[in-house]
Antibody
Framework: QITLKESGPTLVKPTQTLTLTCTFS??????????VGWIRQPPGKALEWLAL???????RYSPSLKSRLTITKDTSKNQVVLIMTNMDPVDTATYYC?????????????WGQGTLVTVSS | DIQMTQSPSSLSASVGDRVTITCRAS??????LAWYQQKPGEAPKFLLY???RLESGVPSRFSGSGSGTDFTLTISSLQPEDFATYYC?????????FGGGTKVEIK
């Protein structure tokens, strides 16, 4: 059974750096074909894909946020970390991590519960 | 980037109604389309992939169709637990993109 859970600060100040951790079970991010992604959702708005990391450490980022994002994985801890720099109030959103179906078909079949991050001074 | 446009943005329907939601891609994406259901306060739930393949455990009243740029999600007989917001997502190319969502409300 695949489960994922996001953790990190609920409140960050503008210009600060956000670090979110996705801790998962039921799969290994080192297994051929596995991918883990991050998606966010501002309150009352649509889903927005942020980043994806593959089993072979290949990474993909949203072009509009690429300069601010870093995604990494820790295979031994079953974790994927997302770092977002220079946070702004418009980045206030629920952040989800999700299991990618495969490295070829990048849709998300299992999702974490999400964590709400508020950016405010 | 491939833009995904859903219509309508919201609809009102009654239990037992047949409901159809449309998703249009700004360029051809073959059948690389997934659908999700999201209820208030919950994470999205994966429903279908490859435009028409139902995820295991998803009720058969849900179906998907389409290829290229035009896709539909159909609920053949709306049930009380189906009132939610539905999102499409293309995975033909990065950046992955979602539609704006369709909220299905009780009439």
């Amino acid at each position: 059974q695949i489960t994922l859970k996001e953790s990190g600060p609920t409140l960050v100040k503008p210009t600060q750096t956000l670090t979110l951790t996705c801790t998962f079970s039921g799969f290994s991010v080192s297994t051929n074909g596995v991918a883990v992604g991050w998606i966010r959702q501002p309150p009352g708005k649509a889903l927005e894909w942020l980043a994806l990391i593959y089993w072979n450490d290949d990474k993909r980022y949203s072009p509009s946020l690429k300069s601010r994002l870093t995604i990494t994985k820790d295979t031994s801890k079953n974790q994927v970390v997302l770092i977002m720099t220079n946070m702004d109030p418009v980045d206030t959103a629920t952040y989800y991590c999700a299991h990618g179906y495969s490295d070829y078909d990048s849709f998300f079949d299992f999702w974490g519960q999400g964590t709400l991050v508020t950016v405010s001074s | 980037d491939i833009q995904m446009t859903q219509s309508p943005s919201s609809l009102s329907a009654s239990v037992g109604d047949r409901v159809t939601i449309t998703c249009r891609a700004s360029q051809g994406i073959s059948n690389s389309l997934a659908w999700y259901q999201q209820k208030p306060g919950e994470a999205p739930k994966f429903l279908l992939y490859a435009a028409s393949r139902l995820e295991s455990g998803v009720p058969s009243r849900f179906s998907g169709s389409g290829s290229g740029t035009d896709f539909t999600l159909t609920i053949s007989s709306l049930q009380p637990e189906d009132f939610a917001t539905y999102y499409c997502q293309q995975y033909y190319s990065v950046p992955l993109t979602f539609g704006g969502g369709t909220k299905v409300e009780i009439k």
